[in-house]
Each structure stands twice: as structure tokens, then as C-alpha cells.
């Protein structure tokens, strides 16, 4: 059995949640553990979304903090939603915990903004491409890159209607990343016309930020903005480290983010212009 990755997003967002109605009714951890007979580590757990939470437990804390019926019908849905796997669960003992936790904000997100300054995002990669990627990493054996690509596909699905409602995608790719040749001219000619074929979908916009745009905010960092489909769900932050991924979640820093990602797409050249580009890129290899 492989091990539970990390908590999806309705999960963190219930703990915080419950958090913050146990501070509203002025209550302690301990305070609350020892009204309900209960520990103060469960109620830490639950709290820190390192235990789900039963709907059982959930009522007991809901009525000891005195929330709302409104409430108790919202947090019941979220209790259940958090409760449910995702396919990528099947790979949680084989992934980082971080790619895993990534892949499921990724799975429940209805709009991603990326900025690639290195290699492309996976849901852009062909496989040819995403093998050379994984086989870069140090450390990796031949059994993870074949799980790595497979990942990949999978994710990849998000972008047609073969797995619900596609994924709206916009993505800046530095021209550092069309230029850099990973795996040779013949896979980066078919990763080039690989991106041209996707941005013909009608949810993925593609833009090329040239060399001449000259300095800007994100010069040495790639990151992702996930927004989702509830306003009451706020956006996250996904920064790209070279050992994981780095969740940045503070509504005023992932707004920093937007404001970044705004200035990049501004002074990228437009979508039609960007295939334009690519085309040319093409040529030369």
C-alpha cells in the first residue's frame, strides 16, 4: 500500500478554518482538547492537517466553537472532499511529498499561471523531453524517470476534455527556455512544435518573453499561480526549488506573485507573435 501523500487543498484549508473558529471562541488547544477528552496533540494534528478529520469530530468541534449551521454544512463538504484520493495518491511512496502535494492543488486548480525561465512546465513537456529533465536529476533511478513521464501524461490530461473540465493555462516562457537544447535538435524540434500544436487550444495561451525585454522582477525564479474554482479558495504560490517546491500561500505575497506575472506577460510579446517566434526557432535547429 503506498503512503498517504500530503493534504489536498480542502484539507489545509479546513484546518485552517477550524483553527481559526477555536481563536474566534477564544478557546486553547489544550483548552479544547480537554473540554472534548481529547488530547491536545489530536487537536494539534487536526488543526495542522496531519490527521483528517472525521465528520464525527468535526460536529464535536463545530458545536463546542459554536458555528453556524451554514458553517456545518460548508466544512462537512470540505471534511469529505479532503477525504477523497486522487490517482495521483497511487504514486505517493514514489514521489516527493512536495510534487505530490503540487500535483493535487494542480488536479483541483481551474487556472494556472506559470513563468518558465529554465525548462518548460510539465504540462507542456513531450516525452522525449521529460525523460532528458528527470534523467538530469541527480540520484534518479531508471524505474522514477518511467514513473516521472507517466506523471506527466497524466497531469497532461487536464488540458483537453478527457478528464472533465480542461485546465486554463498561461504560461511566459523565457526565450532562455526555447534556446536551451535538452536532448539534442530532434527533440527539441518536436518539444517546439509540440507547443505550437498545444497553443492552439482554446484555454492555453503561450507567450514568449524575448532577451530584449531586458531585466525584470523573476529574472532567476520560475513559479506557478493556481487559482481554483471557489472564491472562497485562495490562490497559491508555487515556487520551483531545485529539490521541490516551495507553497507560498499569505494573500499579500501570492498577489506580489500576480503583480510579477502581470509585468512578465506585459512585456512578452503577444500570443500570436510568440508562434511567430517559436516557428523561427524552429527553423534555426
Do not use: C
Amino acid at each position: 500500500m503506498p503512503e498517504r501523500s500530503g493534504p489536498s487543498l480542502r484539507g489545509r484549508q479546513l484546518a485552517r478554518e477550524l483553527r481559526r473558529l477555536r481563536e474566534a471562541a477564544q478557546l486553547t488547544g489544550e483548552a479544547a482538547a480537554a473540554q472534548l477528552g481529547w488530547s491536545s496533540a489530536k487537536v494539534s494534528r487536526i488543526e495542522t492537517a496531519r490527521t483528517p478529520v472525521t465528520l464525527s469530530d468535526l460536529r464535536k468541534l463545530l458545536d463546542l466553537y459554536g458555528a453556524r449551521d451554514i458553517d456545518l454544512q460548508r466544512m462537512e463538504d470540505m471534511a469529505r472532499a479532503a477525504r477523497q484520493r486522487g490517482w495521483w495518491d497511487t504514486y505517493a511512496g514514489d514521489l516527493p511529498l512536495e510534487y505530490t502535494t503540487y500535483i493535487g492543488l494542480e488536479a483541483e486548480a481551474s487556472l494556472l499561471r506559470s513563468y518558465n525561465v529554465l525548462v518548460l512546465h510539465g504540462l507542456l513537456q513531450t516525452e522525449d523531453y521529460a525523460r532528458v529533465v528527470l534523467k538530469s536529476l541527480l540520484l534518479i533511478s531508471p524505474g522514477e524517470v518511467d514513473r516521472g513521464v507517466r506523471v506527466r501524461r497524466l497531469r497532461q490530461k487536464r488540458l483537453s476534455q478527457e478528464d472533465g473540465v480542461p485546465l486554463t493555462l498561461r504560461v511566459v516562457l523565457d526565450e532562455a527556455v526555447l534556446r536551451r537544447h535538452i536532448g539534442g535538435p530532434e527533440v527539441m524540434r518536436r518539444q517546439l512544435q509540440h507547443l505550437v500544436d498545444v497553443a492552439q487550444l482554446p484555454n492555453v495561451e503561450l507567450q514568449v518573453l524575448p532577451y530584449a525585454a531586458g531585466a525584470h522582477p523573476a529574472s532567476a525564479s520560475a513559479f506557478t499561480i493556481l487559482q481554483f474554482p471557489r472564491s472562497s479558495e485562495p490562490e497559491i504560490t508555487s515556487v520551483e526549488l531545485l529539490d521541490g517546491h516551495l507553497f507560498i500561500e499569505g494573500e499579500r505575497d501570492v498577489y506580489r506573485y500576480t503583480l510579477v506575472f502581470d509585468g512578465l506577460s506585459t512585456k512578452a510579446l503577444n500570443p500570436d507573435e510568440s508562434l511567430g517566434f517559436i516557428r523561427e526557432v524552429i527553423s534555426d535547429l
